[in-house]
């Protein structure tokens, strides 16, 4: 058990780590230098992979059409609030009301 | 500052984060019970780790006896996105290096993914309190949603589990949501082709490379004009 208290406390340091040198690290001189920066692309093209990573495998583990479907309504659902109202609290919650009532 | 950036609108900002956190959460702590974790110790091992890949990878890798050398050495790596995360935040930010290391410590893909859409839709450097609110709420939720799972999960997923699928879909809705706010024109093009290269590593069952590859269409130069 201690062994495994040190791999987590060791796991846990490096993600830390990981998550902190480059916000510690890297400041850019003002907005002008972000906007014409790789960094600011960077942010939305990881987002995009994000959302793939997450969406894709529902579909890949769905067992059936009807399940499919549900993906596929709470999804849209999701989609057309954000039309409506740019608020993704909102899409998140309408995504899961929609998938709830079509889901098998 | 203006109060639509302080501390409680940092917390809001995290609420649709532990709508899609805690079933997320619930699972991991009701699994964590192979470990033999008591309900202190699960939500111990979340506060410590705070990465539910990295968790996920932990449990699995145990289950098939793989020695915790190589589990490490595996959750380290799969934490180095995280560094991507940091460098497309840092400008963005206008925090002081306790309110950076603070934010730090809850800078997951899904806290990552709510900062980056609350500066696109401000166009304005975030500061510490809404940064602080959004990642220790989210940090919070995940602590609560492993303990509730080490006591109760088991018994939810088999009473209720309509409602324990849907929330489970509340982190793939979460998402289309931050990539609708986040996308514009100009990187429209970069944005499809990051999402194309994710979907091939999945399809090549490299899901752990799924988002640096992604990455890789930012480093195509913007097109010059005039």
């Given at each position: 058990?201690?062994?495994?208290?040190?791999?987590?406390?060791?796991?846990?340091?490096?993600?830390?780590?990981?998550?902190?040198?480059?916000l510690l690290w890297l400041r850019p001189n003002g907005q002008e230098r972000l906007r014409s920066s790789w960094l600011n692309r960077l942010g939305p093209c990881l987002l995009a992979?994000?959302?793939?990573?997450?969406?894709?495998?529902?579909?890949?583990?769905?067992?059936?059409?009807?399940?499919?479907?549900?993906?596929?309504?709470?999804?849209?659902?999701?989609?057309?609030?954000?039309?409506?109202?740019?608020?993704?609290?909102?899409?998140?919650?309408?995504?899961?009301?929609?998938?709830?009532?079509?889901?098998? | 500052?203006?109060?639509?950036?302080?501390?409680?609108?940092?917390?809001?900002a995290a609420m649709p984060i532990a709508a899609a956190y805690l079933p997320v959460a619930f699972a991991l702590g009701a699994a964590s019970s192979q470990l033999g974790f008591s309900?202190?110790?699960?939500?111990?091992?979340?506060?410590?780790?705070?990465?539910?890949?990295?968790?996920?990878?932990?449990?699995?890798?145990?289950?098939?006896?793989?020695?915790?050398?190589?589990?490490?050495?595996?959750?380290?790596?799969?934490?180095?996105?995280?560094?991507?995360?940091?460098?497309a935040l840092a400008g963005r930010l206008d925090a002081s290096s306790a309110g950076r290391a603070t934010f730090a410590y809850g800078l997951t893909d899904e806290v990552f993914a709510?900062?980056?859409?609350?500066?696109?839709?401000?166009?304005?450097?975030?500061?510490?309190?809404?940064?602080?609110?959004?990642?220790?709420?989210?940090?919070?939720?995940?602590?609560?949603?492993?303990?509730?799972?080490?006591?109760?999960?088991?018994?939810?997923?088999?009473?209720?589990?309509?409602?324990?699928?849907?929330?489970?879909?509340?982190?793939?809705?979460?998402?289309?949501?931050?990539?609708?706010?986040?996308?514009?024109?100009?990187?429209?093009?970069?944005?499809?082709?990051?999402?194309?290269?994710?979907?091939?590593?999945?399809?090549?069952?490299?899901?752990?490379?799924?988002?640096?590859?992604?990455?890789?269409?930012?480093?195509?130069?913007?097109?010059?004009?005039?």
């Open positions: 058990m201690t062994a495994l208290w040190i791999t987590i406390t060791i796991i846990g340091a490096a993600t830390y780590a990981t998550r902190v040198v480059p992979a994000m959302a793939i990573a997450v969406i894709l495998p529902t579909f890949t583990r769905s067992e059936g059409a009807l399940e499919i479907l549900a993906t596929t309504v709470g999804l849209v659902a999701a989609g057309a609030s954000m039309w409506v109202r740019r608020d993704p609290g909102l899409a998140t919650l309408v995504g899961m009301i929609a998938f709830y009532v079509v889901s098998p | 500052m203006t109060a639509d950036l302080d501390l409680r609108a940092g917390m809001r309900i202190f110790e699960s939500a111990l091992w979340s506060a410590i780790m705070f990465s539910g890949a990295n968790q996920a990878l932990l449990l699995s890798g145990l289950a098939s006896e793989v020695p915790l050398v190589l589990l490490a050495l595996l959750a380290i790596a799969a934490s180095l996105r995280h560094a991507l995360y940091g460098a709510t900062t980056l859409t609350a500066y696109e839709a401000r166009d304005r450097a975030l500061p510490s309190k809404w940064l602080v609110g959004l990642a220790i709420s989210a940090l919070g939720v995940w602590i609560i949603g492993t303990a509730l799972g080490s006591a109760v999960g088991d018994v939810l997923q088999a009473r209720a589990p309509g409602v324990s699928a849907a929330l489970d879909f509340a982190l793939p809705a979460l998402f289309v949501g931050l990539v609708w706010s986040t996308a514009r024109q100009s990187l429209l093009g970069r944005m499809l082709l990051s999402g194309a290269l994710s979907a091939l590593m999945i399809f090549l069952g490299r899901p752990e490379l799924a988002i640096p590859a992604g990455a890789l269409p930012a480093l195509i130069p913007d097109r010059k004009t005039g």
